[in-house]
């Protein structure tokens, strides 16, 4: 049964420039949520990239920003102009990574696109709209040019208007990881006491951080909703055949995508306990960066020649609901090698996926991720494994085959008592009370 709205004249604006395909987790969010809000505002709106248009969506209200097509070209003319270089010296067994002289410059063209593009579309957004006081724009995905866009951005409305608009915005990443790409992380400051925008973080660690940054500035924590999968294999028989491996999601350097090809080759060689079949499932969107072409060809080569207990299979993305929701239900073990620092308080989808489809994890020390997985096991529960490095993954890999049952009944009891279950309907409702709350 429909909630009555609490409020008549406002309306949900949905600005989402990372929204251009079905990759990643944006897709889903947006569309769940913007779903439920119709419960509570009385007109939902999303603006996404113009990419969006090749693809069939379920999307009610959807535009799209089309000067963003005008400042890609001009990131790729910025990019032939100024690549991106680095040299590896190799010294005591380890890699050092030297970068480029033209960094700096790169970062600052980098900046004005991004601030710029950013400041455009907004700009012609709210001209399009003619937004209202009570009217809410709500960002999901935003860097840090686009944040100083916005401040400057707001500040100019008010000026010329003597009218304050309401943003929200979720900041989805530690402040120094945010921010070290331009040096300077005051503007940010900024953003305390300026009523007009309210700010979320989607885990407890990053809600903290901000606020001591921002001089005790109130960041409501604002959970990533997680669903019920409907096609998730009940596996309460021991399979038949292999277990599925997967590593699901974008094709990122940052997530260790790199580090596969070395995984499943040292997994081969050590595997000392078992001799369970097994399928290593692996999402590769067809919109990887270019410093991933060497790993891609390594791992489509592997694929055409599968070990005797053991093969890879490649799965091509970006994936629609069905499909992404489909190969997730099928898996039995998560990889989850993500080695970036941003993931020390930054939040991960795929963790909680996982875990109500019942799917243990492999995940670093060093991550949320790997702190909820520590977290558990000091309660008694096992719900995953975590490494220090790359090398000790194979290792765990098989630590979960030999005890899978046990890990899959402690993670049936690890939800009974944290329930990760976060329905749209909950975060549409807490987006709504927060931002009418003053």
Known sequence: MKQNHMSKSNKLIIFDPTLRNFDGHAYFYDLSVSVASWNFFRDVKIYAHPELEKYETEFKNLNYIKIFKFFDFI??????????????????GEIETVIDRKANLRNKLKFISSYFSFF???????????????DIIFIQYINFPEVCALLDLNKLYFKLTKRKLKFCIILRYDVNEFTKSYGNSEKLLSLSGMDSIELFADSVQLK?????????????????????NKLTIKKKVKRVGPLNVGFLG???????????????????LQRKRTEQEVNFVIQINKN????????????????????????????????????????????????????????????????????????????????????????????GMLIGECFSSINEIPCLIEKLILN???????????????????????????????????
């Open 288 to 379: 990887y960066p270019s410093d991933l072409e060497t790993t891609v060809k390594h791992l489509k080569g592997m694929e055409k020649k599968p070990e005797p207990v053991s093969r890879l299979i490649l799965v091509n993305g970006p994936l629609n609901q069905f499909d992404y929701l489909t190969t997730l239900a099928g898996l039995d073990i998560m990889l989850m090698p993500y080695i970036s620092k941003k993931y020390k308080n930054s939040t991960s989808g795929l963790l909680f996926e996982a875990l109500e489809n019942n799917i243990p994890v492999v995940c670093g020390k060093k991550t949320w991720a790997g702190e909820i997985v520590i977290d558990a096991k000091k309660e």
């Open 250 to 268: 974008v094709t990122r350097k940052e997530k260790g995508f790199d580090h596969l090809p070395k995984i499943i080759k040292l997994f081969n």
């Open 75 to 92: 990131k790729k003319i910025f990019k032939k102009l100024y690549p991106f270089k680095e040299n590896y010296k190799k010294g005591n």
């Open 120 to 134: 455009l579309a907004i700009s012609l957004m709210l001209k399009k709209e003619k937004c209202s006081k009570n």
């Open 208 to 228: 903290y951080s901000y606020e001591n940054f921002l001089k005790n500035e109130k960041v409501t924590h604002l959970p990533v909703p997680v669903f019920k």
């Open 404 to 438: 899978l049952d046990r890990y899959k009944e402690s993670i049936f009891k690890y939800l009974r008592k944290h329930p990760t279950h976060k329905f749209p309907n909950e975060i549409a409702k807490k987006l709504y009370e927060h931002t009418h709350a003053k």
